[in-house]
T-cell receptor, first 110, second 114 residues
Framework: QKEVEQDPGPLSVPEGAIVSLNCTYS??????FMWYRQYSRKGPELLMY????GNKEDGRFTAQVDKSSKYISLFIRDSQPSDSATYLC??????????FGGGTRLMVKP | GAGVSQSPSNKVTEKGKDVELRCDPI?????LYWYRQSLGQGLEFLIY????????KSGLPSDRFSAERTGGSVSTLTIQRTQQEDSAVYLC????????????FGSGTQLSVL
């Protein structure tokens, strides 16, 4: 079992829809939870990070962490075509590296 | 520069040749990472540098892979005797010390081994 699991998609939604992206993880010791967005032929860029259970909002984006279920989510409200990208969850424990999910490809159609 | 810079952006090589990939981190970032991303796959950790400390090489897949970081800044990832399975995007990232949750990535080098 991979440490971080993510549905690869693709997930196709109409413009304006609410998008839900999810990851599950296996190691309950994980402390920090991040979401990265990666456009085609670009490196990932950090969207949000959090270290506690609950919700964290930033504009149209909400990150949600449920440590009891080892489940993290990213919600995108009023999705735009410019949100079309691959979304990677990443999780950090003590040590030197982030562990990434495989990414979910999102397509927002005008 | 303003961001992490990687060169070349694309590299095509023949099986058995050696290649060198370069990374210029953000100025002032003491932590530097190399990751590999295969088609449709997540990011695979390769190696980590922090300041003058010994690098964490635990992710290097074989002894054909090596990396160095000169002067605490620029890093070079070297792959010797390339194989077709080495074809991937090689991503470099940097961060301030102790802020691994805020990694900044370069655009990567697309390596194709024919």
């Amino acid at each position: 079992q991979k440490e971080v699991e993510q549905d690869p998609g693709p997930l196709s939604v109409p413009e304006g829809a609410i998008v839900s992206l999810n990851c599950t993880y296996s190691n309950s010791a994980f402390q920090y939870f991040m979401w990265y967005r990666q456009y085609s032929r670009k490196g990932p860029e950090l969207l949000m990070y959090t270290y506690s259970s609950g919700n964290k909002e930033d504009g149209r984006f909400t990150a949600q962490v449920d440590k009891s279920s080892k489940y993290i989510s990213l919600f995108i409200r009023d999705s735009q075509p410019s949100d079309s990208a691959t979304y990677l969850c990443a999780i950090f424990n003590a040590g030197n590296m982030l562990t990434f999910g495989g990414g979910t490809r999102l397509m927002v159609k005008p | 520069g303003a961001g992490v810079s990687q060169s070349p952006s694309n590299k095509v090589t023949e099986k058995g040749k050696d290649v060198e990939l370069r990374c210029d981190p953000i100025s002032g970032h003491t932590a530097l990472y190399w990751y590999r991303q295969s088609l449709g796959q997540g990011l695979e950790f390769l190696i980590y540098f922090q300041g003058n400390s010994a690098p964490d090489k635990s992710g290097l897949p074989s002894d054909r892979f090596s990396a160095e970081r000169t002067g605490g800044s620029v890093s070079t990832l070297t792959i010797q005797r390339t194989q077709q399975e080495d074809s991937a995007v090689y991503l470099c990232a940097s961060s301030l010390a102790g802020f691994v949750e805020k990694l900044f990535f370069g655009s990567g080098t697309q390596l194709s081994v024919l």
